[in-house]
């Protein structure tokens, strides 16, 4: 008995994906709170905790750091001292 060999072919075809397919700091907070709410849910068993908490904290400083990054110069300190308060004029 011989067997025929069927070569498969692919009749769908299959889109690229999006351009935008990254990351965002809100996908990033959205697993945060994920990890949040099934924590509390119970979905995790005493041994993987240290390793997801690890995860969750890693995460809420990137976000942390993100946040800082993108925060304008004008809002943050100036290390220049000012003029108030300055009563020496001669």
Do not use: H, W, Y
Request: glycine share 6%; hydrophobic share 35%; charged share 30%.
């Amino acid at each position: 008995m011989k067997e025929d060999k069927i070569e498969p072919t692919l009749t769908e075809e299959v889109a690229p994906p999006p351009a935008d397919a990254g990351l965002s700091l809100n996908d990033i907070t959205a697993c945060v709170s994920i990890i949040d709410i099934v924590t509390k849910r119970g979905a995790f068993e005493g041994s993987e905790m240290a390793d997801v908490g690890a995860v969750r904290n890693r995460l809420a400083k990137f976000l942390e750091a993100a946040k800082a990054a993108q925060t304008p110069a004008s809002d943050q300190p100036t290390d220049q001292p000012t003029d108030q308060g300055n009563t020496d004029a001669e």
